[in-house]
């Protein structure tokens, strides 16, 4: 699986934007993208996944480069109850038992 | 998506004892897998359980320290055996559900 590169943490203020950045530069061609988060006491939770089309769902938008070395992950309007680590895999698809956790970003979303 | 209920969700245990987590998913899956979270740290990986045969262990871990059963599509347990404090950890147990993880709320183990 291709490793992933993430800030450790980053903070945004309640309803603004909050973008996550993720680098993987060694991903390959049957690689998605998958994005996970966990607040603090929880499971991780699913958000999106994408190959190489941006995506959008009730959670979050996923924006892929065209070279797909990396990848962003956006909360429209950050609310406090976003505040966990996401993070950034890049696996197989119809594999998640190959998705392997790294140690994500922490966001913190302020008031 | 489906709905995974854990239990217990914390327990103190002594040195030498064993544990047994169970997890029950509201929809039949394939696959389950059982992860375990140091404190402070990401999730690594334990092993894989399907329905039906021995469940996949990931290097590191052995099924005579973490013997796992998966009897149907929606139940596994998984069995912490012969704990020393080393083994103090959330342990999360997680299925396959159209290609996406769901996750327990975890177990949260501390032996003394």
């Known amino acids: 699986d291709a490793k992933t590169t993430q800030p450790t943490s980053m903070d945004c203020a309640e309803g603004r934007a909050a973008n996550l950045p993720c680098n993987h530069s060694?991903?390959?061609?049957?690689?998605?993208v998958y994005w996970y988060r966990q607040i603090h006491s929880q499971g991780p939770q699913y958000i999106i996944h994408?190959?190489?089309n941006n995506e959008t769902n009730e959670m979050a938008s996923l924006i892929i480069t065209e070279d797909r070395k990396s990848s962003t992950l956006i909360l429209p309007h950050a609310t406090l109850r976003d505040t966990a680590v996401y993070y950034c895999i890049a696996g197989p698809g119809g594999a998640t038992n190959k998705l392997i956790f790294g140690t994500g970003t922490l966001l913190a979303v302020q008031p | 998506s489906a709905v995974i209920s854990q239990k217990p969700s914390r327990d103190i245990c002594q040195r030498g004892t064993s544990l047994t987590i169970q997890c029950q998913v509201d929809s039949q899956v394939t696959m389950m897998f059982w992860y375990r979270q140091q404190p402070g740290q990401s999730l690594t990986l334990i092993a894989t359980a399907n329905q039906g045969s021995e469940a996949t262990y990931e290097s590191g871990f052995v099924i005579d320290k973490f013997p796992i059963s998966r009897p149907n599509l929606t139940f596994s347990t998984l069995t912490v055996s012969n704990m020393s404090p080393e083994d103090s950890s959330i342990y999360l147990c997680g299925g396959d559900f159209n290609e996406k993880l769901f996750f327990g709320s975890g177990t949260q183990l501390s032996v003394l």
């Open positions: 994408g190959l190489k």
């Open positions: 060694t991903i390959s061609g049957n690689e998605y």
